[in-house]
């Protein structure tokens, strides 16, 4: 059997690669093959796929490979008018056929073994028309199985010219040729934008598979991946800050869709709600940062004597322009909160709303929840009711100028910065703790000279706007709870002394164990505001839990069913909760990096620190005192 393929030409497979030699002898009962490159091969004789003999037997290699060579033109050229699509069409479906029966159906001289070799290769390469069979035998494919295959190969093709594409864009990349001035194609745009997300999601994108086949990446996204994404976007002009990056990676977006943008302008020409207008000639003031354009609360004074306030604080009614079910509402579900960062704001609804046709401008009429208390001399805080109205903010003014107000004793702002100053304290004898923190912002306004800026939480205008906003949280809480309203309060439990303050009523928050404050619909004690109720109700703008309230309140105070069911609020909880942690440690990045720009920026500075403890590793954690920091440091051993 071996002897009689001895001096044949053959076609064999090595490494899933069809590969063509001489058969040069027998040893061992395995057949000595000459390939036309590389070492001889000993196989045996299952693994000749084809062979033929020559019109002259050759007796060694050389004269084999010319012949071989001559063989191989002649059977190529053959090959290309071979009409594979005919001969499918021209043998039944399913049954099996060799390649002597093929031949003997469609080749003018079946016997000549170099057509036969043609035929052979034709249907070797042929991935279409036929199944290959592991005994070398042939099955036509059916109509059904040849338009599946044909959806495949489109397919491929379409992901090869894909992974074509992308390969040239790197190239242009990397070369300059396309830079941050080229104009994009839809294609472009779209690879740039599945960088994106590859970058901001790794692995979890759903680019992630298809790209990573296309850049030969591994499983994960590591440092140098993602050192090539950013290049890339970089070059292309679409460059990722680090602090936008975790944004994005925490799912916070600033552009708002088409579709909320149009629903804003809608919701612009709404007309207020028919409720009682608050008099025009009653003061009513927003007190806030100089750059803030979303003033959600104001409060207006009403009554002025020299034990006695009546004051009315103000919160802007959304109920009217952004009911449940609507798209403005559900953005804000999918939103939770706007967020505050040290480069930007990144609002819960479109700025065409929330720092205009929302905020509580001056000058401008507003819907508003009015909460009027009566104040007296003897530190209660007695809430009359909660109505709609209408007001009119005089002014917006800043925390310096209504200090200053303060400072000059005007009208009643003396007073009531007293009824504050009563209310904190009678807090703290409910237990409210009294933090002292490093209260500062960075200037980035230059990045390469990052500057510090001492802000003063504890000034008068800071402590009436604070105390204004815990009594509205309070009362809101008690409300609810009273009723057995569903809501979603914000409790949490008390904490722990460990170490006494050196300055009286002033704790250092290390000296304090206190659990996170946490969302629930059960009532319970705030234990660090010193309340026994607490709910959000005072930035509708800004916190969609805030607008919840609102809803429930609105039909509180008339009376009515409430909009929202415990099951509602209980889900809404914990959403709010999981989404906020996420845009927390978000904030809390952004300004770590800042810090540590800062600190780049001024090595040879020096900082008061603390330790805090020695590390395993050798190094020691300190606290840099001015940043609220906590960096590792090597060579302190011993301190």
């Not at 012949?67 to 399913?94: C, G, P, R, Y």
């Not at 009711?385 to 003396?414: P, T």
């Amino acid at each position: 059997m071996l002897e009689s393929l001895l001096h044949q030409f053959c076609v064999f497979f090595r490494d899933n690669r069809m590969e063509y030699g001489w058969i040069e002898a027998v040893h061992k009962n395995k057949l000595i093959v000459v390939p036309q490159k590389g070492k001889n091969q000993f196989l045996p004789s299952n693994r000749i796929a084809f062979s033929w003999r020559g019109e002259k037997l050759s007796y060694n290699a050389n004269q084999a490979h010319e012949l071989l060579e001559q063989h191989l033109k002649t059977a190529f050229h053959f090959m290309q008018n071979l009409e594979l699509e005919t001969i499918h069409s021209l043998l039944d479906e399913v049954r099996e056929y060799t390649i002597d029966e093929i031949a003997a159906d469609f080749l003018d001289d079946p016997k000549d073994s170099v057509c036969k070799l043609g035929l052979f290769v034709a249907l070797r390469e042929d991935v279409f028309w036929f199944k290959h069979n592991r005994n070398l035998t042939y099955t036509p494919r059916t109509a059904d199985e040849l338009e599946v295959l044909r959806i495949q190969l489109d397919r491929k093709k379409e992901r090869q010219e894909r992974a074509d594409s992308i390969q040239e864009w790197i190239k242009q990349l990397e070369s300059g040729e396309w830079n941050e001035k080229s104009e994009r194609t839809a294609d472009q745009q779209l690879w740039l934008d599945q960088l994106l997300d590859i970058l901001i999601k790794g692995a979890e994108s759903q680019h992630w598979k298809e790209m990573s086949s296309y850049l030969e990446w591994g499983a994960t996204l590591g440092y140098d991946e993602e050192k090539m994404l950013k290049n890339w976007l970089e070059k292309a002009g679409s460059a990722v800050s680090p602090s936008r990056l975790t944004l994005l990676r925490a799912d916070i977006r600033k552009k708002f869709p088409e579709e909320i943008l149009s629903e804003a302008e809608r919701a612009r020409n709404f007309p207020l709600a028919a409720v009682e207008r608050m008099p025009e000639k009653i003061p009513t003031f927003t007190i806030d940062a100089e750059k803030t354009q979303d003033y959600d609360d104001a409060f207006s004074v009403i009554e002025c004597s020299e034990d006695k306030l009546e004051i009315a604080i103000h919160i802007t009614d959304l109920s009217s322009f952004v009911t449940p079910g609507d798209q403005l509402f559900e953005e804000a579900e999918e939103r939770i909160s706007s967020v505050y960062t040290i480069e930007e704001s990144v609002p819960m609804f479109p700025e065409s709303l929330s720092n205009d046709t929302f905020s509580l401008k001056a000058g401008e009429e507003r819907n508003v929840f009015s909460y009027n208390f009566s104040i007296s001399q003897n530190e209660t805080w007695k809430l009359t009711n909660v109505v709609r109205q209408i007001v009119r903010v005089w002014e917006n003014l800043s925390y310096e100028h209504a200090d200053q107000l303060i400072h000059e004793d005007r009208d009643f702002w003396g007073l009531l910065h007293k009824f504050c100053q009563l209310a904190q304290e009678k807090r703290m004898e409910n237990g409210a703790l009294n933090m002292a923190r490093k209260e500062f912002e960075f200037d980035i306004s230059n990045p390469e000279q990052v500057s510090i800026l001492k802000l003063n939480r504890n000034s008068p205008s800071s402590r009436i706007i604070e105390e204004l906003a815990i009594a509205v949280n309070r009362e809101t809480g008690r409300l609810f709870h009273e009723t057995e309203f569903p809501g979603i309060y914000r409790t949490q439990s008390s904490y722990k002394i460990v170490k006494e303050p050196e300055y009286e009523n002033q704790q250092l928050p290390e000296n304090i164990r206190v659990e996170p404050a946490r969302l629930t619909t059960i009532a319970g004690t705030h234990a660090g505001l010193g309340c026994e109720v607490y709910m959000h109700a005072t930035s509708p703008i800004r916190r969609f839990v805030d607008l919840l309230t609102q809803h429930q309140l609105n039909n509180l105070i008339n009376n009515e069913e409430p909009v929202f069911s415990s099951e509602d609020m209980m889900r809404w909880a914990e959403a709010i909760t999981l989404r906020q942690r996420k845009y927390n440690r978000a904030e809390k990045n952004i300004l770590q990096y800042w810090k540590f720009k800062y600190l780049h920026q001024h090595m040879k500075e020096l900082f008061e620190a603390t330790v805090r403890k020695q590390l395993s590793n050798n190094n020691t954690e300190i606290e840099l005192m001015e940043l609220d920091c906590i960096v590792q440091v090597s060579g302190l051993r011993g301190y």
